[in-house]
């Protein structure tokens, strides 16, 4: 479930990370897996990502425990698991935003809002067919934006979607629970991510596993706001995710020197491979 992409340089961050929460809370040698699962269970996500990078052992400890908490969270929703599951992998859905958040960063302690599922345009309908036919959820609403891009004059919540790479939004209620379910302007369910609000909302739960965005800002909780943002839904946002921990600074300029690091020798908005991922660069 987990593979590591990292660049070197985070790859010592994690390191670091694991050597000194092993220190504080060992790993007992001769312990179960379950034993040793429970013992970091806890632990933030940098550190299960040095653990994981130490070995066959350490990665099946922390998919097991990332599996756990997916699975613990979607029984909130439903006791069929494994169907919610199979049919995000069969549409191609994902989890994002707060939920996905609060499940990669437990230590925030935040208590996540609505579920958001975004899914590819081909995918969009069997997933809501799934979740009103399969597990009867209660429809409440259905948006459409139905005009393209340049056509758009009024900054309303739609129009600002329709920018941000969603084209529709239905709404479910599932055991009390509130779900949006958004349709992708494209083939890829991840395309409106790229416009979320803030660098540290830029990850998602697929089926089988999880992505993060920005490792080095979700690490650190500290991330830069989009200079995209053009409706006041995403300024409260970021002041909401602000409340949560988060530091969110306007612009990348901020978060450098607030790292304490030198602008010399890389440029902000080029493609140094040392540079925190941020808006506007061109990292792949």
Known sequence: MLVNMLHPD??????????????????????TPAQRADTCSAWPLDCLVGLSRSGE?????????????????????TSRVDEFRNAMRETGTILSGSVALALLDVAAGFQPGDWDFYAPDEGFDGFCRFLK????????????VDVYIDDLQEQTDLAAQARN?????????????????????????????AFFHSTVVMNFFHADGFAV???????????????????????????KY?????????????????????????????????APRHFGDRAP
Do not use: M
């Not at 979700?218 to 995403?234: E, G, M, P």
């Open 133 to 144: 036919n399969d597990l009867h959820a209660i429809a409440k609403y259905t948006g459409f």
């Open 242 to 274: 602000r409340g949560r921990g988060y530091t969110t600074f306007d612009t990348f300029h901020a978060l450098w020197a607030a790292d304490g690091r030198e602008l010399t020798g890389c440029l902000p908005y080029g493609t140094c491979a040392r």
């Open 57 to 77: 052992d350490g990665k099946a400890i922390v998919d097991a425990i990332i599996r756990d908490r997916w699975v613990a969270r979607l029984r909130q929703l």
């Open 213 to 239: 965005a920005y490792p080095w800002s979700l690490f650190h909780r500290s991330n830069t706001a989009s200079t995209r943002i053009t409706h006041t839904s995403a300024r409260v946002a970021v002041e």
């Open 10 to 31: 985070l790859n010592v961050v994690v390191d670091r990370a694991f050597c000194n929460a092993s220190r504080a809370h060992p790993l007992s040698v001769n312990g």
């Open 165 to 193: 790479g969603i084209t529709e939004r239905r709404r479910f209620v599932l055991n009390g629970v509130r779900l949006d379910v958004l349709r992708s302007r494209s083939s890829s369910p991840s395309y409106p991510l």
